[in-house]
């Protein structure tokens, strides 16, 4: 099968559930999940600093490599918490013709 953009998330979730349920120690993955949300969100807010300055300071290349270390640990802190990327395209899919800022004020009530 050839990988598309479309499958992408979905071939990346079924390593990464794979990971969740068959641990080994030679998976960087299975270390995270065993460390649990606390050290994952440690990471993700690591990766977050990174993409902020690769936005200030670097090109377009850095930009998206920063960018793809970030996606990839919120994909492993959602299937860890038993989130899949369907559930966030969902709700994505669900603030289409909603303004932001109406989605935000509807969000605060």
Do not use: C, P
């Not at 990471?43 to 970030?70: F, M, P």
């Not at 990327?85 to 909603?98: A, H, N, P």
């Amino acid at each position: 099968m050839v990988d598309t953009k479309a499958n992408i998330l979905k071939k990346l979730e079924d390593v990464l559930n794979d990971r969740k349920v068959n641990m080994s120690d030679a998976s960087y993955v299975s270390q995270l999940y065993n460390k649990g949300n606390e050290a994952i969100d440690a990471k993700i807010i690591e990766e977050a600093n990174e993409y902020i300055d690769a936005v200030k300071n670097s090109g377009r290349e850095h930009i998206i490599h920063e960018a793809a270390d970030l996606w990839f640990h919120i994909l492993v802190s959602l299937t860890l918490n038993e989130i899949s990327s369907d559930d966030i395209l969902k709700e994505l899919e669900s603030r289409f013709g909603l303004s932001g800022l109406e989605e935000k004020r509807l969000r605060n009530k």
